[in-house]
């Protein structure tokens, strides 16, 4: 957390050293509470210790700056350690870490309810129409680091149980002889292999997106599966009291938090949303659908929705998914490729009706677990445009024929041609390229300032001499 802090107020500093404009100026900004109270169990970032030229080099590539920024403050640590013993800032984080460690263990503590921040989903807010957003839920400093914690605890003992088809928030695991965590590059990865295998022959694809999964996923189902998995005999071997308390804080973490008792009264609230400058918000929300499925008679005493944001909800997810996961994995005759990142999967197969069949069994495992998802649409499809505008899809043809399906699959951020090529989706190219004109753009509103510190001798023209 403090590294993050680190990079954010470095980057800060690069543009106020540039400009006279006190609206640049990051020390005129009162920083959060949480940023106060984690600054003050480390000393100024002007006295942290410079890493050694040897030890930014890691197997021949330059480590990144984020692993940098960390050595440089573990090495300011163990210096202030071992010259500095008596450093105020030191007996105020062991005090700190002294807490947590009782929090942990302790039994008895209680996770704190987030605040609620609107972030949009579109680029800008609209001033006329309504402006739907997320909700992402901040904890306090102390929370996140516990929940964080027991995050880390319980991915490690429940990993397991999960099929290796499920890439998102899974521990490390050693994949092409390295031990990693897997990333959404992976399963994209494990897509091209199976497309090269088959080569130019006919493959079968079904999608299916998911509609507000993190605002929609019922706590009495999440409660359900983990009572299920702390009684597994491979999870008893753990000790008593440490799962005990995790599994206190875990439940916990939905004691404090539910979509549809407490965000969702945020939409009578406009002044919530105008304090984050977004007027006309909106919290989007699956009513109609969840009502219409049969899951629910009403809503009003459900306990329904998980933070966004939180350090718990992908394990929650993984959690909850994981018994649909074993209802495809039981149509595995060897030819079926099933890959999920989260909420986003995809079911692969050179048969249609084997295709046909693993999908039905995923969309049975969906409505058990009470989920909302955008209808699948069978082909053929009347345009190109009306392909990719469709978020969940039957089973269709992924090949040359555009009249069966499509010559492209998307998944993840990336599309894949069935010849093997590979492309970055074009929203998410669109996104990236609107966050770098974002930062050029900054950036040359400052360079433009007539409080502008720079000179116009300070800009150098790189491009070759003629």
């Known amino acids: ?14 543009i106020h050293i540039h400009t006279g404009n006190p609206a640049h100026n990051y020390h005129n900004t009162k920083p959060s509470k949480n940023e106060e109270v984690l600054c003050s169990f480390f000393p100024p970032r002007k006295k942290w210790k410079t890493v050694l030229k040897r030890k930014r080099i890691k197997d021949g590539i330059p480590v990144s700056s984020s692993e940098k920024t960390l050595m440089s403050l573990n090495a ?5 350690r071992a010259c500095e013993p008596d450093a105020p800032f030191l007996s105020k984080l062991d005090a700190f870490i002294k807490e947590i460690q009782n929090a942990v263990h302790g039994g008895d503590y209680q996770i704190g309810s ?5 972030q949009l989903k579109e680029d800008k807010a609209d001033p006329v129409k309504v402006n739907i957003c997320r909700p992402i839920a901040s904890f306090g400093l102390k ?8 995050n880390r605890y319980l991915t490690a003992i429940f990993d397991p149980l999960f099929i290796d088809s499920s890439y998102a928030f899974r521990s490390k695991r050693l994949i092409k002889g390295k031990m990693m965590c897997p990333t959404h590059h992976e399963p994209v990865v494990e897509v091209m292999e199976y497309r090269k295998h088959y080569g130019d022959g ?9 509609k507000k999964f993190f605002d929609t996923v019922n706590h009495s189902v999440i409660k359900k599966v983990f009572n299920q998995f702390f009684n597994r005999k491979l999870i008893r071997e753990q000790s008593v009291d440490d799962l005990a308390n995790a599994k206190k804080i875990l439940f916990d973490y939905l004691k404090v938090y539910t979509f549809n008792k407490m965000v969702l009264l945020l939409n009578n609230d406009q002044s919530h949303f105008k304090t984050f400058k977004i007027p006309n918000g909106e919290y989007g929300w699956v009513k109609n659908e969840l009502l219409q499925s049969g899951y629910y008679k009403h809503l009003g005493n459900a306990r329904i929705g998980i933070p966004q944001g939180g350090a718990l909800s992908g394990l929650i997810a993984n959690a909850v998914l994981n018994n649909v996961d074993r209802k495809i994995i039981k149509h595995q005759d060897g030819d079926l490729l099933y890959v999920r990142f989260c909420d986003d999967m995809l079911i692969i197969h050179p048969k249609r009706e084997k295709c046909l069949s693993a999908f039905e069994a995923y969309m049975h495992g969906i409505k058990d677990r009470k989920l909302a998802i955008h209808i699948p649409v069978a082909a053929p499809y009347s345009s190109h445009a009306h392909f990719w505008k469709e978020k969940s899809k039957y089973c269709y043809k992924w090949g040359s024929d555009r009249a069966a399906g499509s010559p492209w699959i998307g998944f993840v951020g990336y599309e ?4 093997g090529h ?22 040359k509103l400052i360079l433009k300032d007539p409080l ?12 070759p001499a003629g």
Do not use: W
């Not at 300011?76 to 202030?80: A, D, G, H, N, S």
């Not at 006919?202 to 999608?207: D, H, T």
């Not at 492309?423 to 753009?441: D, P, T």
């Open 76 to 80: 300011t640590l163990r210096f202030y």
């Open 452 to 463: 502008c510190r720079s000179e116009k001798n300070t800009i150098y023209d790189l491009s």
């Open 114 to 118: 987030p605040k609620i921040i609107p």
């Open 422 to 443: 590979i492309r970055v989706r074009k929203s998410s190219l669109i996104k990236e390229m609107k966050k770098q004109y974002k930062v050029v753009g900054d950036l």
């Open 416 to 419: 894949v041609h069935y010849q």
């Open 202 to 210: 006919a493959l079968y694809v079904a999608e299916c997106d998911m």
């Open 1 to 14: 957390m403090r590294v993050k802090l680190a990079h954010r107020r470095n980057k800060e500093h690069l």
């Open 143 to 150: 929370d996140k680091i516990i929940l964080s914690i027991t």
